[in-house]
T-cell receptor, first 111, second 114 residues
Framework: RKEVEQDPGPFNVPEGATVAFNCTYSNSASQSFFWYRQDCRKEPKLLMS???SGNEDGRFTAQLNRASQYISLLIRDSKLSDSATYLCVVNPKQTGNQFYFGTGTSLTVIP | NAGVMQNPRHLVRRRGQEARLRCSPM?????VYWYRQLPEEGLKFMVYLQKENIIDESGMPKERFSAEFPKEGPSILRIQQVVRGDSAAYFC????????????FGPGTRLTVT
């Protein structure tokens, strides 16, 4: 079983739509969780950390459900510039600082 | 504050040659990580280093691959006797010593083995 699993999509949504991505992780002892964004042929960039209490940054909301071992990302009022691949990232901590990346979910926002 | 720097950005090698990939972490960052991204796959952890120490190399292939982070100069990922399957994007990330969970990525080196 993969450490981190994501629906690869693609998700094609119109501008202004709300879209949600989910991700599941296998290691119940995992400590840190993140969403990264990766544009085509570019490096991943940290979008936001995910906390147990949930957190919001503008149009983006991240949630963590430890009992079910899944992480979600909600994007409201989608913009064309949101088109990218969104990577779910888990740090099991007890194995050091290596990150486990999901394969990513592709989002295209259509005008 | 310059970001993580990697060079070269693109590297072409023939089978059997050596590839050397360089990574300069962000200023003040003492932790370096190397990841490999194969086409249509997610990033896979390879190795985690601090200055002059390899902390975790559990993701590194046992043969032909090595990494170092000397006291002075960039971190180097070295691939000896490259094969076609080594063709991938290799990303380096760095993190500050007090927030090791925040990793900032360089632009990557795209290695093509012909």
């Amino acid at each position: 079983r993969k450490e981190v699993e994501q629906d690869p999509g693609p998700f094609n949504v119109p501008e202004g739509a709300t879209v949600a991505f989910n991700c599941t992780y296998s290691n119940s002892a995992s400590q840190s969780f993140f969403w990264y964004r990766q544009d085509c042929r570019k490096e991943p960039k940290l979008l936001m950390s995910v906390y147990s209490s949930g957190n919001e940054d503008g149009r983006f909301t991240a949630q963590l459900n430890r009992a079910s071992q899944y992480i979600s990302l909600l994007i409201r009022d989608s913009k064309l510039s949101d088109s990218a691949t969104y990577l779910c990232v888990v740090n099991p901590k007890q194995t050091g600082n290596q990150f486990y990346f999901g394969t990513g979910t592709s989002l295209t926002v259509i005008p | 504050n310059a970001g993580v720097m990697q060079n070269p950005r693109h590297l072409v090698r023939r089978r059997g040659q050596e590839a050397r990939l360089r990574c300069s972490p962000m200023k003040g960052h003492s932790h370096v990580y190397w990841y490999r991204q194969l086409p249509e796959e997610g990033l896979k952890f390879m190795v985690y280093l601090q200055k002059e120490n390899i902390i975790d190399e559990s993701g590194m292939p046992k043969e032909r691959f090595s990494a170092e982070f000397p006291k002075e100069g960039p971190s180097i990922l070295r691939i000896q006797q490259v094969v076609r399957g080594d063709s991938a994007a290799y990303f380096c990330a760095s993190s500050p010593p007090d927030r090791a969970y925040e990793q900032y990525f360089g632009p990557g080196t795209r290695l093509t083995v012909t």
